[in-house]
């Protein structure tokens, strides 16, 4: 079946600095993938997307590649902000799996001043 | 008007009540979704509806029964609960079943 694996959290950095959280995936068919946000007390908000081979998705300073080859997604910010801290999640849909949808494990992320 | 609301925000019940969780949104989206979230962990599918009728059944136990009245709105009716039903509840949506979802900001659900 679909899997998300996403690194281990949670991260810790200060401000300004740069931010990589890697994500891989297994999937049956083509998957779109996804990365969503949700910080605290709040529900999941769509943060990029990518529906293709070598798309890039961007957004808010973040970006994130999808790498067929490596069956990656791995998001990336030059410079955090203490606003960025918050729990990310890397998830695909597969329309091969009836277009449902599957989270990884999310990382929380801390950015401190 | 992209959003998704919820109603209610917070919501404690007794394993004998009955109560309803309600969805709504006005993007035009055709599918519709119910998710479980427990603290520190990514959403769990319950339930998926594509143009009004439920695709997906993620072996929810029938204390939860969802209900799709019309395009815009989604319920999900509680009976019986347990007190590790206690969670996040999130509603979702989006234009299609496989495209990008939007999410309600969730009803957080005390079984007592």
């Known amino acids: 079946g679909d899997s998300v694996t996403q690194m281990e959290g949670p991260v810790t950095l200060s401000e300004e600095a740069f931010l990589t959280i890697n994500c891989t995936y297994t999937a049956t068919g083509y998957p779109s993938l996804f990365w969503y946000v949700q910080y605290p007390g709040e529900g999941l908000q769509l943060l990029l997307k990518a529906t293709k081979a070598d798309d890039k998705g961007s957004n808010k300073g973040f970006e994130a590649t999808y790498r067929k080859e490596t069956t990656s997604f791995h998001l990336e910010k030059g410079s955090v902000q203490v606003s960025d801290s918050a729990v990310y999640f890397c998830?695909?849909?597969?329309?091969?799996?009836?277009?449902?949808?599957?989270f990884g494990d999310g990382t929380t992320l801390t950015v401190k001043p | 008007d992209t959003e998704v609301t919820q109603t209610p925000k917070h919501l404690v019940m007794g394993m004998t009540n009955k109560k309803s969780l309600k969805c709504e949104q006005h993007?035009?989206?055709?599918?519709m979704y119910w998710y479980k979230q427990k603290a520190k962990k990514p959403p769990e599918l319950m339930f998926v509806y594509s143009y009004e009728k439920l695709s997906i059944n993620e072996s929810v136990p029938s204390r939860f029964s969802p209900e799709c009245p019309n395009s815009s709105l989604l319920n999900l009716h509680l009976h019986a609960l347990q007190p590790e039903d206690s969670a996040l509840y999130l509603c979702?949506?989006?234009?299609?079943?496989?495209?990008?979802?939007?999410f309600g900001p969730g009803t957080r659900l005390t079984v007592t």
């Open positions: 998830a695909l849909s597969d329309l091969a799996n009836a277009g449902k949808s599957t």
């Open positions: 979702a949506s989006s234009h299609r079943t496989g495209y990008e979802q939007y």
């Open positions: 993007m035009g989206h055709r599918a």
